[in-house]
C-alpha cells in the first residue's frame, strides 16, 4: 500500500523560501511520477510541478516557473519542492500525488494521479 506524507510548511514571509517534502512508504517510487499541487483558500487544486519516475524531466506551473524546483531522491524514496521568492499568492495546502500508469511522463491535471497525501499548509504573509 503506497503512502504518501507531506512535511515541511510553515509560516513564512515574503521573498522567503520553503522546502516540502513528500516521504513514501510501502513501495518504492521508482516507477511513479509525482506531481505537487495546491489548493489555496477558496479556491481549486491546481498542479504546481511535477517530476517522471526516471527524475529526467520535469514540468512547472507558469506561475511558479523560475523559483520552485522539484527533485526526487531515490535513496530516501522521498520527493522534494523547493520554494524560493515565495508570493502571498502561494499560500495554500500542498499536496504530493503518485502516478504508476504512465510513470515516464508527467502532467499536473489531478485525475491522473492514483495516490494522494494529506497535505501541508503554506503561509506567505508579512
Known amino acids: 500500500q503506497l503512502q504518501l506524507v507531506e512535511s515541511g510548511g510553515g509560516l513564512v514571509q515574503p521573498g522567503g523560501s520553503l522546502r516540502l517534502s513528500c516521504a513514501a512508504s510501502?513501495?518504492?517510487?521508482?516507477?511513479?511520477?509525482i506531481g505537487w499541487f495546491r489548493q489555496a483558500p477558496g479556491k481549486e487544486r491546481e498542479g504546481v510541478s511535477c517530476?517522471?519516475?526516471?527524475?529526467?524531466?520535469?514540468m512547472y506551473a507558469d506561475s511558479v516557473k523560475g523559483r520552485f524546483t522539484i527533485s526526487r531522491d531515490d535513496a530516501k524514496n522521498t520527493v522534494y519542492l523547493q520554494m524560493n521568492s515565495l508570493k502571498p499568492e502561494d499560500t495554500g495546502v500542498y499536496y504530493c500525488?503518485?502516478?504508476?500508469?504512465?510513470?515516464?511522463?508527467?502532467?499536473?491535471?489531478?485525475?491522473?494521479?492514483?495516490?494522494w497525501g494529506q497535505g501541508t499548509q503554506v503561509t506567505v504573509s508579512s
Open positions: 517530476v517522471t519516475s526516471s527524475g529526467q524531466s520535469t
Open positions: 510501502g513501495v518504492t517510487l521508482d516507477y511513479y511520477a
Open positions: 500525488a503518485a502516478e504508476g500508469l504512465i510513470g515516464a511522463m508527467c502532467v499536473m491535471t489531478k485525475p491522473e494521479y492514483d495516490y
